[in-house]
């Protein structure tokens, strides 16, 4: 489809997109429509046609053989640029027509009646139209009868535009307008700069939680709440506009000089709370992430997924906004080069070490765990993140070697302290893919009987909960630890899966609670009233729950909550400074009993 910028608008745009698109349902119903049309009107033939600039596109005919033609050869472009109704009873009489290459060849129209297909917004997109190889006299009557026919193609093509691209609950454009959008704007060649703003309002797993606790009802008043504040706090330029492209996460299409930016948008949002209904409201707090981009430059699914993994990205960081850059996309594309070194560190020993996190027993505050924590010191790019080069050893193939580099010192610790006051059960992270090979679990336990300790002092953690359940060996692997001893959890809780009865699956014995869903315990009742129902039901289902908030312990003990773990307590350590840290807290805790 081409349509010159000078004679378009983005409304036009949509309106063609909706039409010209592949959709066998939707034509399927026009094909009812034109036959339905030429059974009233005593007309053979019958067909609607949209036209952009160059083509006329017959979306739907009955009796009627012609396809497309250029838009200067059709005869409902008469009707579309006049805006009325065109009926020609004998096409062979008609200066315009008499000679037409329609006319005197296939398919042959000697007679010819077409009104516009007006959309709610005024935009003409199309005709309905009913033709015959032979003449017909048409009364005022027949013309108001196929005004009426068109009115109701238009009243269905918008009712099912608006239901596949509405979100329900909002009544925002949903994404499928946004991809729409966005390619009409290449279609338009448009190169105005654009900037795309994910902003995420509500996290899926609080969400989750709050209609599992409250009901659907409150969630939509917030969902509905959040639609109808965001203009308001914005205060939206013309042009921009917003879309619901998943549960609580509104996008925001503007120009890339708007004065709205991810950053700017958090500092627009501040302090905002939305309405659940009865009463009760809920703080909310909110995350953002943009990338700037050229229509055309860059595909529609692509932009949108820039956007995305700066969203994620920020997540991650717990930075309120950030900008997409080439950089946030390395921790998805392979580094050969990262990868190279990696498998050096592993195979010399240099750069990599563990930190470890200890955790703490919030009714005696007493140190009852450790989590290692693997961590690089990159020779050129300085102290690296697991969360950058973990997948870097996924991508290639060393996920093994390193889960061995990483157990082997976990075990080393606990084979120095044997016997020791100091000793802690160790807890390790592991990914599906360690949990999926053959004998991993007579791997660690053989490891265990070398140096004559108990398998309970190790402990695993699942990293990939939602891979874990797709994948039968993995749940297989895990099963077998446990029959062994080894400890099982669970990390951030609800973040990546949706059903409690997921749990019922999987062999555990502790849960850590994603922070998403304690973040605001302090300050707001609901954050309050669903972490009390999860600590209680995961009680119940007789789990340890581990939660990572310090400032929360005082209400999550009360609720029941076990284990803490926070640098509200202590930051992650290096190995000997973690033995002092573990000394001075026994005796501390020692003199205070």
């Not at 939707?26 to 952009?52: A, C, H, Y």
């Not at 009796?63 to 009325?84: A, G």
């Not at 360690?434 to 791997?443: E, I, N, P, R, Y």
Request: with cysteine.
């Amino acid at each position: 489809m081409i349509i010159n910028s000078d004679s378009n608008n983005g409304p036009r745009l949509r309106a063609l997109q909706a039409l010209l698109s592949a959709d066998e349902s939707r034509d399927e119903v026009l094909r009812k429509f034109v036959q339905l049309s030429s059974q009233t009107l005593g007309i053979p033939g019958s067909f609607i046609s949209v036209l952009d600039d160059d083509t006329q596109y017959v979306r739907a005919s009955h009796n009627f053989s012609l396809s497309h033609s250029s838009r200067e050869e059709s005869l409902c472009r008469h009707v579309v640029d006049s805006d009325n109704p065109v009926v020609v009873p004998d096409t062979l009489l008609d200066i315009r027509f008499a000679t037409h290459s329609l006319v005197i060849g296939a398919p042959y129209i000697r007679f010819y009646a077409g009104v516009p297909l007006k959309n709610s917004e005024g935009i003409v997109v199309g005709t309905l139209c009913v033709t015959d190889t032979k003449p017909h006299p048409f009364s005022a009557s027949q013309i108001t009868t196929l005004r009426m026919l068109a009115a109701l193609v238009i009243s269905f093509l918008e009712a099912l535009n608006s239901a596949s691209f509405t979100d329900p609950v909002t009544a925002l454009p949903n994404r499928q307008r946004l991809i729409q959008d966005l390619q009409n704007l290449t279609a338009a060649e448009n190169q105005t700069s654009r900037r795309l703003i994910i902003i995420d309002c509500i996290d899926m797993p609080r969400a989750c939680e709050l209609a599992r606790s409250m009901g659907m009802g409150p969630v939509e008043n917030l969902l509905k709440d959040v639609a109808t504040l965001l203009p308001l706090r914005l205060r939206l330029a013309a042009g921009d506009r917003l879309y619901t492209v998943a549960t609580g996460r509104i996008a925001l299409l503007t120009r890339q000089g708007s004065h709205l930016s991810a950053e700017r948008v958090i500092e627009k949002l501040e302090g905002i709370s939305v309405d659940l209904g009865d009463g009760l409201a809920i703080a909310l707090t909110i995350f953002t992430g943009e990338t700037d981009f050229i229509p055309g430059e860059v595909a529609a699914q692509e932009i949108l997924r820039r956007a995305v993994s700066a969203l994620h990205e920020a997540i991650a960081r717990g930075l309120s906004s950030l900008h997409f850059v080439e950089v946030v996309n390395e921790r998805h594309t392979q580094d050969p080069a990262l990868i190279s070194d990696l498998a050096s560190a592993l195979r010399e020993g240099q750069g990599l070490w563990l930190a470890w996190q200890p955790r703490i027993c919030l009714h005696s505050g007493k140190p009852v765990g450790l989590e290692a924590l693997i961590r690089w010191r990159h020779p050129t790019r300085g102290e690296l993140s697991p969360a950058f080069f973990v997948p870097q050893a996924e991508q290639g193939q060393l996920l093994s070697v390193l889960t061995n580099w990483m157990t082997d010192r976990v075990i080393s610790r606990l084979a120095r302290l044997k016997n020791s006051h100091i000793q802690l059960p160790i807890i390790i992270n592991v990914s599906a893919r360690d949990f999926s090979h053959k004998g991993f679990a007579t791997m660690l336990e053989n490891k265990m009987l070398k140096e004559k300790l108990p398998n309970a002092l190790l402990g695993i953690e699942c990293l990939e909960t939602e891979r874990m359940l797709e994948n039968p060996a993995a749940l297989s692997g895990m099963e077998m630890l446990k029959l062994r001893g080894f400890g099982i959890s669970l990390d951030d809780f609800v973040t990546g899966y949706r059903n409690i009865s997921y749990l019922r699956r999987m062999p555990r014995d502790a849960i850590k609670i994603d922070r998403s869903l304690i973040r605001n315990i302090s300050s707001d009742t609901s954050s309050r009233i669903i972490s009390r129902s999860i600590v209680t039901m995961l009680k119940e289902l007789d789990y340890t729950v581990l939660v990572e908030n310090g400032e929360a312990d005082t209400a999550l003990t009360e609720y029941g909550s076990n284990q803490e773990q926070d640098y509200f307590y202590a930051r992650p350590l290096p190995e000997a400074e973690l033995d002092q840290w573990l000394e001075w807290r026994l005796r501390d805790l020692g003199k205070s009993s």
